[in-house]
């Protein structure tokens, strides 16, 4: 099991940037998929991006595509989100996620892991 802590959220204007980190713990990080989801006020929960375990295949919501961008550090058992280009319609709680397997499933079902979420706030 993985145990997951998001970080970084915090209030920015429209067309800033934001880093969020997820911190995991245990010794097998690198055996997970990872990925980051959000959730607005009263909408469900929505795939954002997700990577591989070694980092070299990523997906991407198209809502986000060429302004996001996930990367990770197996070393330190960390998963990143660069948020540029901030559009206040990305104000969400941003939530981490892990699977087992390799496969970059972009469905809130296939991650039984999450973390507890970090709150974005982009003001415009």
């Known amino acids: 099991q993985v145990q997951l802590v998001e970080s970084g959220g915090g209030l920015v204007q429209a067309g800033g940037s934001l880093r969020l980190s997820c911190a995991a713990s245990g010794r097998t990080f690198s055996s997970y998929v990872m990925g980051w989801f959000r959730q607005a006020p009263g909408k469900e929960r929505e795939f954002v991006t997700a990577?591989?375990?070694?980092?070299?295949?990523?997906k991407y919501s198209g809502s986000v595509k060429g302004r996001f961008t996930i990367s990770r550090d197996n070393a330190k058992n960390t998963v990143y989100l660069q948020m540029n280009i901030l559009k206040p319609e990305d104000t969400a709680v941003y939530y981490c996620a892990a699977r087992l397997g390799t496969l970059l499933y972009t469905s809130v079902n296939e991650y039984p892991y999450w973390g507890q979420g970090t709150q974005v706030t982009v003001s415009s």
């Open positions: 990577i591989t375990r070694n980092g070299a295949s990523t």
